[in-house]
């Protein structure tokens, strides 16, 4: 069985992580797409997130009837602090051995995963794919990672959806009191 791997702090959830999860389900090659909400990630300033319970319940709902294929994981709930993302694949692996892992993250993090904890080693040990990102080159950022060490698999995801939206956009938005009401989560599209 191979299943996909979509973390993220979904800050909130929105469109563009549920066309990403569509996507990656929908390939052949996927058995399953495994969204891993992370209650803190390292990289990001705790008094930015909003509550950890409140952003699970609303990717639960958000990912919910999408695809027999789609499930959400509070994996990340149960793992002690720091949330290291080689630490939950490690897990996950012990938990199903016979499982094939493959994180499945953006351009703009495949850029800063040098930054990340035994970031070089998630290469060796799993297989990456990579999904567009405006203002990233995608394909030449998979090329520099594979070259020059052994990596598992890194592939480029060039026909996945390219959506210009963040989370950080829309916070920036509700903060500004502006509305994008097809971003909020509780009125996403399925």
Not at 154 to 175: G, H, M, V, Y
Request: charged letters at 25%; hydrophobic letters at 40%; a neutral charge.
């Amino acid at each position: 069985m191979r299943k996909a791997l979509y973390f993220g702090s979904f800050n909130p959830v929105h469109f563009g992580h549920i066309s990403i999860a569509r996507y990656a389900a929908q390939m052949e090659e996927t058995d399953a797409v495994i969204i891993i909400p992370s209650p803190h990630n390292p990289f990001k300033d705790i008094s930015m997130l909003a509550d950890p319970a409140q952003r699970l319940t609303q990717v639960r709902k958000a990912f919910e009837g999408l695809s027999p294929k789609i499930s959400v994981s509070d994996i990340e709930y149960r793992l002690p602090e720091p949330l290291y993302t080689i630490n939950t694949l490690h897990a996950l692996q012990e938990a199903e051995p016979e499982t094939e892992f493959i994180l499945l993250i953006g351009a703009d993090n495949i850029a800063s995963l040098e930054r990340w904890y035994k970031g070089r080693q998630i290469l060796q040990e799993f297989q990456v794919w990579v999904y567009p990102r405006k203002g990233y080159d995608g394909a030449l950022l998979c090329r520099e990672c594979a070259a020059g060490t052994s990596v598992r698999g890194i592939r480029f995801l060039e026909n996945a959806p390219l959506l210009d939206i963040s989370s950080t956009q829309i916070r920036n938005l509700r903060d500004n009191k502006k509305t994008a009401p097809d971003m909020h989560p509780g009125r996403l599209q399925h």
